[in-house]
């Protein structure tokens, strides 16, 4: 069965209040998952991890630390003022900054996207922007960062959903990543294979990021 937003929302909350998991191993779990499965696939190459704000990005810093452990050439692209991080994103963001790996702050003034370009100098993309709560059309710096990844012709891993598309319904609120593999958390999510989410997910894996079995078993009957 796949799920809604809200219902993995829901799951998660019931895994930290019901058997005391922390979100931040949650988050853990998922990024080096979504590391494992970028390792099975590709040998030690050039990677860029595009991160937002929210708990997407978060698991884009952890799958960045991952494949940097494991002798990936990894570069973080920052869509967002560094200020902006909290909670969890910003615990991660903490420990990529004394790894020391490579950091590009993308601000909404780069008007003529040659940040953007020189980050796409990759072998790989992961897309860990926008995640399940898009609700709203994609616009300025995210949309110009979903279009250059798009036209870069790179193998492209969405963390959760591609970022723009919707996790419900499947469709693209103005622009979305057009993923080469979307590997999403917990269990799968409706907006994948329906609509629009057909043509823009890419092969699909999920990834167990810790969820109490007994949890999941109403959704996978």
């Given at each position: 069965?796949?799920?809604?937003?809200?219902?993995?929302?829901?799951?998660?909350?019931?895994?930290?209040?019901?058997?005391?998991i922390?979100?931040?191993?949650?988050?853990?779990?998922?990024?080096?998952?979504?590391?494992?499965?970028?390792?099975?696939?590709y040998?030690?190459?050039?990677?860029?991890?595009?991160?937002?704000?929210?708990?997407?990005?978060?698991?884009?810093?952890?799958?960045?630390?991952?494949?940097?452990?494991?002798?990936?050439?990894?570069?973080?692209?920052?869509?967002?003022?560094?200020?902006?991080?909290?909670?969890?994103?910003?615990?991660?963001?903490?420990?990529?900054?004394?790894?020391?790996?490579?950091?590009?702050?993308?601000s909404?003034?780069?008007?003529?996207?040659?940040?953007?370009?020189?980050?796409?100098?990759?072998?790989?993309?992961?897309?860990?922007?926008?995640?399940?709560?898009?609700?709203?059309?994609?616009?300025?710096?995210?949309?110009?960062?979903?279009?250059?990844?798009n036209?870069?012709?790179?193998?492209?891993?969405?963390?959760?959903?591609?970022?723009?598309?919707d996790?419900?319904?499947?469709?693209?609120?103005?622009?979305?990543?057009?993923?080469?593999?979307?590997?999403?958390?917990?269990?799968?999510?409706?907006?994948?294979?329906?609509?629009?989410?057909?043509?823009?997910?890419?092969?699909?894996g999920?990834?167990?990021?810790?969820?109490?079995?007994?949890?999941?078993?109403?959704?996978?009957?």
């Amino acid at each position: 069965m796949n799920v809604s937003a809200a219902d993995i929302r829901n799951l998660e909350c019931s895994a930290m209040r019901d058997y005391g998991i922390p979100s931040l191993l949650l988050m853990e779990n998922a990024g080096r998952g979504i590391a494992d499965l970028i390792c099975g696939q590709y040998p030690a190459c050039r990677v860029s991890v595009f991160c937002g704000t929210g708990n997407n990005g978060g698991d884009g810093f952890v799958v960045a630390r991952h494949l940097s452990n494991r002798g990936y050439q990894t570069r973080v692209v920052l869509l967002c003022d560094p200020n902006q991080l909290r909670n969890d994103p910003l615990v991660n963001f903490n420990i990529i900054l004394k790894m020391r790996l490579p950091i590009n702050v993308i601000s909404v003034d780069d008007q003529d996207n040659d940040s953007l370009r020189q980050c796409l100098n990759t072998d790989i993309v992961v897309d860990a922007i926008l995640g399940i709560g898009t609700n709203r059309s994609v616009t300025g710096l995210i949309k110009r960062a979903v279009q250059a990844i798009n036209d870069s012709g790179h193998p492209v891993f969405s963390v959760d959903v591609p970022s723009g598309l919707d996790a419900d319904t499947g469709k693209i609120w103005g622009v979305s990543i057009s993923a080469t593999q979307t590997i999403t958390l917990a269990l799968a999510k409706k907006g994948l294979f329906i609509n629009d989410g057909t043509h823009y997910s890419g092969k699909v894996g999920v990834v167990d990021i810790g969820i109490p079995t007994e949890l999941l078993i109403p959704f996978r009957s």
